[in-house]
Every structure is written in structure tokens, then in C-alpha cells.
Nanobody, 122 residues
């Protein structure tokens, strides 16, 4: 089992920045890749970003590429999502996920955090 705990969400004005963190514990060696997803009210869960175990491969949703950066510190078992130039359309609950491969499909991730709310005001 892998436990994931997100932090860093909050309320920010449009154009602002937030940095989300996801701390992993448990059998972290069994789940290599990490991803961030988000879900806004009335909408389906949406892929945001993913990173491979080594950090050498990253993937982004087109609408966040250039504004968001995913990174990881394996020594701390933590993955980060730096979010810049936030817009109200980024408002959602953001979830951290762990799985065997970095992918855009949420069904490929085995473990999920509880989510952290990000609210961007206009």
C-alpha cells in the first residue's frame, strides 16, 4: 500500500501562484510514476501532469503546459506541482496519484490522495 497526502492548496487571485506537494509513504518502491489530476464541480476528473520515476519524462495537459511544472524529490518521496499564472478555470480539487507508469489515464494509477482544493478568484 502507498499513502499519499497532498498539501499546498488554497485561495489565490488570478495570475497568482501555488505550489502543491504530495508526500508518499508506505510501499513507495512499488509505484514508480506520479501524476496530478483535478476535478471541478460537475466535471470529470482531468489529467494535469505526470512524471516518471527518474523525473526524466514529464507530461502535461495542453492548457497548463508552460504554466505548471511537475517535479519530484525521491529522497523525500515527494512530488510537487508548481502552478503559475493561475486562472479561474484552474479552480478544482487537485489529486495526487501513484502508479506504475506516467500516463494521462487516471485508471492506470493505483493509489490516490484525498485531494486539496485550489480556488482561483477573478
Amino acid at each position: 500500500q502507498v499513502q499519499l497526502v497532498e498539501s499546498g492548496g488554497g485561495l489565490v487571485q488570478a495570475g497568482g501562484s501555488l505550489r502543491l506537494s504530495c508526500a508518499a509513504s508506505g510501499r513507495t518502491s512499488s509505484s514508480n510514476a506520479m501524476g496530478w489530476f483535478r476535478q471541478a464541480p460537475g466535471r470529470e476528473r482531468e489529467f494535469v501532469a505526470a512524471i516518471s520515476w527518474s523525473g526524466g519524462n514529464t507530461y502535461y495537459l495542453d492548457s497548463v503546459r508552460g504554466r505548471f511544472t511537475i517535479s519530484r524529490d525521491n529522497a523525500k518521496n515527494t512530488v510537487y506541482l508548481q502552478m503559475n499564472s493561475l486562472t479561474p478555470e484552474d479552480t478544482a480539487v487537485y489529486y495526487c496519484a501513484a502508479g506504475p507508469v506516467a500516463d494521462t489515464l487516471y485508471t492506470l494509477y493505483h493509489y490516490w490522495g484525498q485531494g486539496t482544493q485550489v480556488t482561483v478568484s477573478s
